[in-house]
Structure formats: C-alpha cells, structure tokens
C-alpha cells in the first residue's frame, strides 16, 4: 500500500506524526520531492488563479504524486485548539484538489477539528483503515510520541546578527519559493529563529494583551511570537515572509506593525512572479540596515 505524501503547505509541521503513523500501520508513505521547476509549473496550470502561491504549490506536488501511490492523503485540517480555524483554503483543500488535479487517486479526507489526543485518535481511527485496520492503537500512540519529540523550529543563534523568520512554515521551508531565503540570511551573516522557537505560554501572553482575540490560529500564532521577540529584543529583526493574497497575512502583519514600535521589520511577499533580484535587494538592504543600527544605534545620521 503507497500512501501519497505532498510536500507542502503543513506538510513541514505535522510530517513526523503522519509517515510514522502510517508506516507503523506497514504502509509505504510517498513523498514528493522538493518543489521544483515542474512542480511549481504544474501547480500553476493546474490550480484556480485566485489561489495564493502556497495553494498552487500544494497542486504541483499532488500532481506528481497522483500515478506513484494507491491513496493521497489530503487531511482537512479545520482548526487548532480551542476552536480557533484555519485557513479557509486549507480547509477546503480536498474539494480543490479532487476538482483540479488529473488522474488524483482516492483521498484519505478525514478532517482534524483538533490537535488534541483525544481528537486526534478518532482521525487516526478512520484514517488507518486506508492501510489497514490492524495495530491502529499502537501506531497512533507512536507517531503521537515522534511528534512531541520533533522541533521543527530553526534556531540559529551562533552568527552576528539574528533574524526571526515569521511567517507559515511552507513559506519559510521551500526554498524554491522563498529563493533561498534562508541561505542568503546566512550568507549575510543572520543568523536565523522562526516563530517555534517561542513558548506556547509566551504566545498566549502576548495575545492575551489584544482588545479581542483573533479569529485565526496562525494570527494569534504569528503575532504572539514576533511581539514576543520584539519586546524581549531576542532577535536584530524580523522578516515576515508572506504569500500574496493570503487573508490571514493580510491581518496579522497590520496588528505585528502596531505592536513593534520601532523594532526593525520588513514584510517580504511571494507569489509566482517574485522576481529574484528584487527579492535579494530587499534582502540585502535590510541586512544593511541591521548592522548599521548595530553599530550606530538609532543616529538617523549614520544611514546617511
């Protein structure tokens, strides 16, 4: 039994939990690759165009894996904990893909209302007869111990400079998408920590300093850890990496911008059109600026 696995979206958070937990079970769990030219291509033919570059990609990887495994996994992912939701687009993700994608295989669709054991279970229950229904227990309580064990957080904190990397994961992860991203921080010397890198605790503090707790997850997430950060000084600055048109983005850099006052910030947007040398502009001259506010301060004459 192959068990399609697309390399995307929160693939790079959750990874861990589902190939242990399916594997355990005796399946084979097949992962796309890296995203790459004909991946990204793919996904742009295939997608609707309203979609934001995270939601294309995700079709690109599922196109590759649709004639390699008996079953694709495509979870809808409803919400976290305490009945805050996801992305609306990841929520109706199966019906995207199913009505997009050519020659996709059987879906295994079970939603996940929450990220909690015991809900969880019952997802692990009705996903697993796909690969068979026997030692569901154990697998599940495995996968569940793999994935407490994983720190997907980066955490780079042996350069000169830091910057924290706020944004969704896939966004951050796919170095196709981002241009490396990461790779040209560090080459400038920035070291770099992501929003996992903060407590839970620390998050719900910050959050809990709004005048009204935000609908989305990932919002409450994202600005939890970059107020965090801002306050407690744990970085030189932070660059938020968003996909354009993205709904949650959209909200949760404007209440970031509110929360800095004066903390170095930069928001970098992606989509299929980036261009690369705009891109490693921005880049370096926000490098620039860290390392000149590191050496002067905040003498506005120092820039110039």
Not at 207 to 226: D, I
């Amino acid at each position: 039994m192959r068990i399609g696995l697309p390399r995307a979206l929160l693939y790079y958070k959750y990874y861990v939990f589902v190939q242990t937990f399916f594997e355990a079970l005796g399946a084979q769990v097949v992962v796309s690759p890296r995203t790459n030219k004909q991946i990204h291509a793919a996904g742009l033919k295939t997608c609707v165009d309203e979609a934001c570059l995270p939601i294309k990609v995700f079709h690109g990887h599922a196109q590759w894996l649709a004639r390699r495994c008996d079953f694709i996994l495509i979870p809808r992912i409803l919400g976290k904990k305490n009945a805050r939701l996801a992305c609306p687009m990841i929520c109706g993700l199966k019906e995207m893909a199913v009505n997009s994608v050519h020659g996709l295989p059987p879906v295994i669709e079970e939603p996940v209302l929450c990220f909690d054991e015991r809900t969880l279970y019952k997802w692990a229950r009705n996903a697993g007869r796909f690969a068979g229904a026997n030692r569901i227990d154990s697998a599940f309580y495995a996968a569940v111990q793999k994935q407490k064990a994983y720190n997907p957080a980066i955490n780079q904190r042996g350069c000169p400079y830091t910057i924290a990397l706020i944004g969704h994961m896939y966004n951050i992860e796919d170095s196709f998408v981002n241009h490396n991203l990461i790779k040209k921080l560090n080459a400038l010397g920035m070291g770099i920590i992501t929003a996992e890198c903060v407590s839970a605790e620390h998050i719900e503090a910050e959050a809990a300093r709004l005048f009204k707790r935000p609908f989305w997850y990932f919002a409450r997430q994202y600005y939890g850890s970059a107020a965090h950060i801002a306050r407690n000084k744990l970085a030189d600055g932070i660059i938020y990496v968003s996909a354009f048109c993205c709904g949650v983005d959209s909200v949760v850099v404007e209440m970031i911008k509110s929360a800095l006052e004066g903390f170095p910030f930069m928001v970098l947007k992606i989509d299929e059109h980036t261009g690369e040398a705009g891109f490693d502009t921005r880049i370096e001259a926000f490098a620039d600026m860290i390392k000149r506010r590191a050496a002067f301060g905040n003498n506005i004459s120092a820039y110039g």
